[in-house]
Structure formats: C-alpha cells, structure tokens
C-alpha cells in the first residue's frame, strides 16, 4: 500500500517524501496521512490562524 500525503500528494518512501509517480500509483491502492512538512503547517493554521480568524479551537 502506498502511502500518499493529503494536502502536498508526495509520497512515503521508506522515511523520504517525494514526488508521486502517476504510473505507480494506478497500480496500487493509497493511503492518505501528512508529510512531515504539511503536517507541522497545518497544526500551525489550526492553532493560531484559525484563533486570530475569531474561530473556537480546541487544541487537546
């Protein structure tokens, strides 16, 4: 199963990201999760973008 982020389409390869391979990725099935880099952006936009944007976030 190919592993595939959801915001930047890069794909897991052992521990790298790359850039997908539209041949490969017809072939197998995916999944999706955040890259490294995607992941730490989206935690910054849902803590402080969305707080100064006057929207109720609840960070656990």
């Known amino acids: 199963m190919t592993t595939q982020c959801c915001k ?3 794909v897991k390869n052992g521990n790298k990201w790359l ?3 539209a041949r490969t990725l017809r ?3 995916v ?3 955040y890259c490294p880099s995607c992941f ?3 935690l910054y936009e849902i ?3 969305s707080q100064h944007e006057g929207k109720a976030v609840a960070i656990a």
């Open 8 to 10: 930047c389409h890069k």
């Open 40 to 42: 730490d952006e989206t």
């Open 31 to 33: 999944t999706h999760t």
């Open 47 to 49: 803590r402080f973008v």
């Open 19 to 21: 850039k997908p391979d």
């Open 27 to 29: 072939r197998e099935l």
